[in-house]
């Protein structure tokens, strides 16, 4: 696999990487501005918080903490498999049908177009709430929760990275379905970035067992905080997200091939 997916991917990341830096005043102040962007969503948690003492019984540093993992997560996703959102562009183009005859997976291809890695100014702010979210709240560190805490940032990754090929996909079958896609994506992020208890209990059961958004950020807070679900679910969803991860991941592979059987070439 990895002579097949990983090398290929890194090696033309790498390319767009290099051709990106030459121009890096340009390279430089767009990753700015995406940490703009990004530093003022978090400062929006902030402002809440000017106002209030607690959010559905949350404080400010364990919602830091749901924020941190969740900008973590998405940001990474954003990174790795951001592009494959142009899928439908590409359909129109005639370009998919140019990645097809090529001697590399096309979802390879799809992810790494127009890689940049203005994207990981995205990540810092998140990577930073999260990192002072763990330093100073009072968590019971043991063993196995300090090992936990990297397995529960890759499988949100991993969960928002089977989204966006997910809904991706969905170009397959319907041109203009990227405002769709990225209602899930970036519509996800948005919902996941303040603690789940705040909605209604009918959009928590879908963002768990429809979308699985809560396992990227919700039920990882709570088992690292030891704390009881506000809203009832069950106890053992907060050890789910590994598996969560590897399920959805197999769910978008299957959708992927899907979608490839179903294509018929520009303008199908």
């Excluded at 102040?29 to 559905?56: I, K, P, R, W, Y």
């Excluded at 810092?124 to 196995?144: D, F, H, Q």
């Excluded at 950020?217 to 991860?245: E, F, I, K, N």
């Amino acid at each position: 696999m990895a002579d097949t997916v990983v090398v290929p991917y890194f090696r033309l990341a790498w390319a767009w990487c290099r051709a990106l830096a030459q121009y890096p005043v340009s390279l430089t102040l767009l990753t700015l501005a995406q940490l703009g962007t990004t530093t003022v969503e978090l400062a929006a948690l902030f402002f809440v918080f000017g106002h209030v003492d607690a959010l559905a019984g949350f404080t400010l540093h364990e919602a830091l903490l749901i924020y941190g993992l969740t900008g973590t997560a998405f940001c990474l996703a954003d990174l790795l498999m951001g592009s494959t959102e142009r899928l439908g562009e590409h359909v129109r183009k005639g370009g998919f049908d140019v990645m097809l005859v090529r001697p590399v997976s096309p979802l390879v291809q799809l992810a790494t177009d127009g890689f940049s890695p203005r994207r990981l100014g995205k990540l810092v702010p998140g990577l930073v709430a999260l990192v002072v979210a763990l330093g100073v709240l009072e968590i019971s560190w043991t063993p196995g929760r300090m090992a936990m805490v990297p397995v529960l940032v890759v499988s949100g990754a991993v969960i928002c990275c089977s989204l966006w090929v997910i809904g991706a996909c969905m170009q397959f079958f319907i041109a203009e379905a990227r405002e769709l896609s990225n209602a899930i994506t970036y519509g996800g992020y948005a919902l996941s970035e303040y603690p789940l208890a705040i909605y209604g209990r009918d959009i928590v059961r879908a963002v768990t067992f429809v979308v699985p958004l809560a396992f990227v950020s919700w039920q990882p807070a709570l088992y690292l905080l030891g704390r009881p679900d506000p809203l009832g679910m069950w106890p053992w969803l907060r050890y789910a997200s590994p598996v969560v991860a590897v399920l959805l991941c197999a769910v978008a592979a299957l959708t992927w091939r899907v979608g490839l059987r179903h294509y018929r070439s520009t303008g199908s």
